[in-house]
């Protein structure tokens, strides 16, 4: 990308790549629930800034980066808040979280055990 002075801004590295998706993905999923007010926005900065040493440490494992923010945040937000996010299908039973599946692995989606259902993938819930 070219900036206004006419300099080129380097190509982001693959895991600085990773790590930008993830960061966007688990906002959006926090703006759809609409839960992304400032300090919550803090938890994700804190989540990517802890994973952005563990990927560097282990650049494998950074089609995993995703899953394991969302994890990060919803560890934080269950600390502070409480539950998020709140499972959609089971309205007729107490209110619980849905999980991030697989928990170490790629394209990770957001599931209700409970029911037994996907949910929908990091980044599009509604």
Do not use: F
Not at 21 to 27: E, T
């Amino acid at each position: 990308m070219a900036r206004d002075n006419g300099c080129m801004e380097p190509i982001p590295s693959p895991l600085e790549q990773a790590l930008h998706v993830a960061r966007a993905l688990v906002m959006a999923d926090l703006a759809a629930r609409e839960v992304a007010q400032a300090d919550v926005v803090s938890l994700v900065e804190d989540a990517v800034v802890h994973r952005r040493w563990w990927v560097e440490q282990w650049p494998a494992g950074a089609e995993y980066v995703t899953g394991l923010i969302a994890q990060d945040v919803q560890d934080a937000l269950l600390e502070r808040y409480g539950r998020w996010p709140l499972c959609p299908v089971c309205t007729d039973v107490e209110p619980h979280a849905l999980e991030v599946e697989p928990e170490l692995g790629p394209d990770p989606h957001w599931v209700c055990s409970k029911a037994a259902v996907i949910v929908a993938p990091v980044g599009s819930l509604r």
